[in-house]
């Protein structure tokens, strides 16, 4: 009879799933901080 063979799929997917996670993070906190910059810089040329 066969031995089944262990797969590592759960890691796989563990580490698959984290890492869109935080790179969907990390873009917004890009986006985030970008909208942010700009916008001070729109209120400073506003003030002139």
Excluded: C, P, W
């Amino acid at each position: 009879m066969a031995t089944k063979k262990k797969t590592d799929l759960g890691a796989a997917l563990t580490g698959l799933v984290l890492g869109a996670v935080v790179l969907f993070l990390v873009l917004t906190s890009i986006v985030m901080m970008t909208n942010a910059h700009y916008r001070g810089k729109e209120a400073a040329e506003a003030q002139k």
